[in-house]
């Protein structure tokens, strides 16, 4: 009598355990779907344009590489800037969804892109 009552007890733990994870999912996959909701919403409501976003994000990635492909002599600032543009590229495949950002960061790569080719330029 004793082994059944632990046999029992084992499986109404093992069936609660189930049961807890299949909770845990199905809310996992309405809370993924609510959060997809509240993206939509939030992107119709304040005229988010995403497509905009992933095209500057292109565009800075694009100008990050042409600034770490430089192929000639690098001095102290020039490798300063590579850096930097290293950095901003792994950040922007990161995640690149605040316009705002975006725009500034792909106005400094102009910058310093337009920059160098005035120093080369001179030199």
């Not at 309405?30 to 304040?46: K, M, S």
């Not at 990635?61 to 001095?75: A, V, Y």
């Not at 316009?99 to 892109?113: P, S």
Request: glycine share 2%.
């Amino acid at each position: 009598m004793f082994n059944s009552n632990k046999k029992l007890g084992l499986f109404g733990l093992l069936s609660l355990i189930v049961t807890l994870a299949f909770i845990a999912l199905v809310m996992a996959h309405q809370l993924r779907g609510e959060f997809a909701f509240i993206a939509t919403v939030h992107e119709v409501t304040c005229k988010v344009d995403t497509k905009r976003d992933k095209a500057e994000c292109i565009e800075l990635e694009e100008l990050s590489n042409k600034l770490i492909n430089i192929n000639r002599k690098i001095d102290t600032k020039e490798l300063a800037l590579c850096t930097v543009a290293r950095l901003i590229k792994i950040n922007s495949l990161n995640s690149c969804s605040n316009a705002d950002v975006a725009v500034d960061l792909y106005n400094e790569i102009n910058i310093l892109v337009n920059s160098m080719e005035v120093l080369e330029k001179h030199n």
